[in-house]
């Protein structure tokens, strides 16, 4: 009988171990410069339209909720994420807003996390390089 509860116990450890091996850190996306030329910049509407695209095309749902913040919402089966993309004309940052199932503890999430907002990062940036390359060359 011995042997069976050291069996039960090294399982549960087993199990609590890769079961908090998923969490990691939070990861935000830090502060993002928004390329310019010498002639040409993009308006934080335009900054704003590139971000919403760039969440779209990553799967995510973004709403304007005020000039400078955007709000982005992914939801994968039974796990949802928010996150605050904050912009101007010049810069801008995604920061984790809420989640659900995602295990968020203050200060871990989930590290499913991480990649969606990675992604989603990616996508916002070659999305605003798309729009700033299209202005130069309209302008020229």
Not at 104 to 122: A, C, M, P, Q, T
């Amino acid at each position: 009988m011995i042997p069976r509860r050291i069996l039960l116990a090294a399982l549960v450890i087993l199990t609590a171990t890769f079961v908090s091996c998923r969490t990691a850190p939070i990861r935000n996306i830090p502060m993002n410069s928004i390329p310019t030329t010498q002639y040409m910049s993009l308006t934080q509407d335009e900054v704003a339209g590139a971000i919403i695209m760039g969440g779209n095309k990553a799967g995510w749902s973004m709403r304007k909720v005020e000039p400078g913040l955007i709000v982005g919402t992914i939801q994968v089966r039974t796990h949802e994420a928010q996150v605050d993309v904050r912009y101007s004309a010049t810069t801008w940052n995604i920061t984790y807003r809420d989640s659900k199932n995602l295990k968020f503890n203050g200060e871990k999430i989930h590290s499913n996390y991480n990649k969606w907002v990675s992604r989603l990062g990616d996508f916002i940036r070659n999305q605003i390089n798309e729009d700033m390359e299209f202005h130069v060359q309209r302008k020229n």
